[in-house]
C-alpha cells in the first residue's frame, strides 16, 4: 500500500479549527465545555462524518469516531488526543494528534486498505486542567482511574460543577457508563508534537516515546492577615503572598536539586485575595505541578515540598493547606506498538529516535486498559504551551505517516 497525506487538506483544517479560539490569533485559547470548544468539537466531528466514520460520544463529551473493520467484534485500535487548549497556547498541541488521526484514517482509506480491526479516532475531553484542575479528566474516566462520584463534583473556579457542566453542554448520561473495560482498545497510539527541542536538535524526523513521565499536581492554600497596606507597619505582618512566594521558590529549589535534570516543578497558579494594591494579601491559593520519569524521586520532592509548607508556616505565622490534586505513576509504552512505529518510519526513510515523553497525554492513562505508544514530531524550539508554539507542515505530514503505517499494521 503506498499512503500518501494530503498536506494541504491537514494544513488548512488545522488552520480553521485554531479559528475557534478565545485569543486572538496567533494564540489558542480553548476551555473545555467554553461555547468555542463545543463549535470546534462540531467542526472535528463533521469532518468525521465526512470520511465515513460512525461518531459517538459518552457522557463526559469524549467523542469516538469509528471506521469500523471486516471484524468489528474484535478489540478495536485506538487513536487521537485532544483539542482543548489552555489560555494563551498555540494551534498544534493536541489538535495535530487528532486532525492528523483522522487524516491518517483518510489515507489509509484512499489507499484502499481495509482494516480487519476496526480503528477509531478518539477526541478527549479535557485534557488540560484549566476549568476543573486535573488534567486528562476525559481519559481517567475513560480507564476508570478517576473516581465517578469526585468527578462529578469537581468545580471550576466559578463553582460550577464538572455535572452541571455536562448538563449545560448536552452530555447528561451517568458517568459511571464512561469507563471502558480491560481489552476494549488492542492498542492505542497518539501522535503529538514533542513540546520539548531534542528532535529539532538531533534534526530527527520523528521520536517513538518508550515511556511518558509520573506528573502530580497539589493545590495549596495559605492564610495569613489581611489589612491596610499604609497603616500595618512591617513587623507585625502575616502576609499571605509572601509566605506563598517563599512556597514557590522551594518547589523550584526541591526540583533543582532532587539529584537528576528529570525533575520539574511549577508554581503555574497563584490566586491572590483581596487582589488590591493598597491591601495585605489574607489569602492567596496556589497550584503547583511536579514531575519526574522516576515516581520515587518525585514523591521525595513532594514531601520535601510540604517540609518547606510546614516551616514557612511556622516561621510566618500563616496556615498554609495543602492538597493533592493527583499523583500518577509513569507508564511504559508497548513494545509492539513501538516497533510498528518503527518499522513504519523506516518504510519511509524517516530518522526516528526513542524517546521520553515528559508531558502527560491521554495515552498515559490509556495504558491503564491497553498497550499504547505515541509518535512525536519536532516543534520548533521544543516551544508549547504558548501562541508561538510551531509545528512545520513536513513534520505534520511527516507524524501522519508513520501514524498511518503503524495504525494499519496493528488493524490489519
Ligand atoms: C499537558 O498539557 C501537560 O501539561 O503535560
Ligand atoms: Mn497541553
Ligand atoms: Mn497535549
Redesign the pocket.
Known amino acids: 500500500m503506498n499512503l500518501k497525506i494530503n498536506t494541504a487538506q491537514l494544513s488548512g483544517e488545522l488552520e480553521t479549527l485554531a479559528g475557534f479560539s478565545d485569543a486572538p490569533a496567533p494564540a489558542v485559547t480553548r476551555v473545555v465545555f467554553s461555547e468555542t470548544d463545543l463549535r470546534a468539537r462540531r467542526y472535528v466531528k463533521e469532518l468525521c462524518s465526512a470520511a465515513g466514520l460512525t461518531v459517538r460520544e459518552d457522557a463526559v463529551g469524549n467523542t469516538f469516531a469509528r471506521w469500523l473493520g471486516r471484524e468489528p467484534g474484535l478489540p478495536a485500535i485506538g487513536t487521537g488526543s485532544?483539542i482543548d487548549a489552555?489560555p494563551n497556547a498555540g494551534r498544534y498541541?493536541?489538535t495535530v494528534g487528532v486532525l492528523g488521526g483522522l487524516e491518517a484514517i483518510r489515507a489509509l482509506q484512499r489507499g484502499g486498505f481495509q482494516p480487519r480491526r476496526s480503528i477509531e479516532l478518539v477526541l478527549f475531553t479535557s485534557?488540560?486542567?484549566t476549568r476543573f484542575g486535573i488534567?486528562?479528566l476525559g481519559s481517567r474516566l475513560l480507564s476508570g482511574t478517576l473516581d465517578v462520584a469526585k468527578a462529578g463534583g469537581l468545580k471550576d473556579k466559578e463553582g460550577k460543577s464538572l455535572d452541571e457542566w455536562r448538563k449545560a453542554t448536552g452530555f447528561t448520561g451517568d458517568l459511571r457508563s464512561v469507563a471502558l473495560l480491560q481489552g476494549h482498545y488492542h492498542g492505542f497510539v497518539e501522535l503529538h508534537i514533542e513540546?520539548g527541542p531534542l528532535l529539532e536538535q538531533h534534526g530527527t524526523a520523528l521520536g517513538v516515546v518508550t515511556a511518558i513521565a509520573a506528573?502530580a499536581s497539589l493545590r495549596i492554600w495559605v492564610e495569613g492577615e489581611g489589612g491596610h497596606a499604609g497603616a500595618v507597619l512591617m513587623p507585625g505582618r502575616r502576609d499571605a503572598l509572601c509566605a506563598a512566594a517563599e512556597i514557590a521558590l522551594a518547589v523550584e529549589a526541591a526540583a533543582k536539586n532532587s539529584g537528576a535534570v528529570d525533575t520539574v516543578g511549577t508554581a503555574g497558579v497563584c490566586d491572590v485575595f483581596p487582589g488590591a494594591i493598597n491591601s495585605i494579601p489574607v489569602r492567596v491559593r496556589l497550584e503547583i505541578?511536579v514531575?519526574d520519569t522516576d515516581q520515587a524521586r518525585r514523591d521525595a520532592v513532594l514531601a520535601r515540598i510540604q517540609a518547606s509548607c510546614d516551616e514557612i508556616a511556622g516561621r510566618r505565622q500563616v496556615t498554609i493547606r495543602t492538597e493533592m490534586i493527583n499523583a500518577d505513576p509513569p507508564a511504559t509504552c508497548d513494545q509492539q506498538i513501538v516497533a510498528a512505529l518503527a518499522t513504519g518510519a523506516a518504510k519511509h526513510h524517516l530518522s526516528c529516535e526513542y524517546m521520553v515523553?515528559?508531558?502527560?497525554?491521554d495515552s498515559l492513562f490509556m495504558a491503564r486498559i491497553a498497550p499504547v505508544a505515541m509518535l512525536f514530531i519536532p516543534c520548533r524550539g521544543g516551544f508549547?504551551?504558548r501562541p508561538d508554539e510551531f509545528a512545520s507542515s513536513e513534520a505534520i505530514m511527516h507524524g501522519t505517516l508513520g501514524l498511518a503505517e503503524a495504525l494499519g499494521e496493528l488493524a490489519a
Open positions: 485532544h489552555i498541541d493536541g485534557e488540560e486542567p488534567g486528562c513540546q506528573p505541578d514531575r515523553s515528559r508531558a502527560y497525554h508549547s504551551h
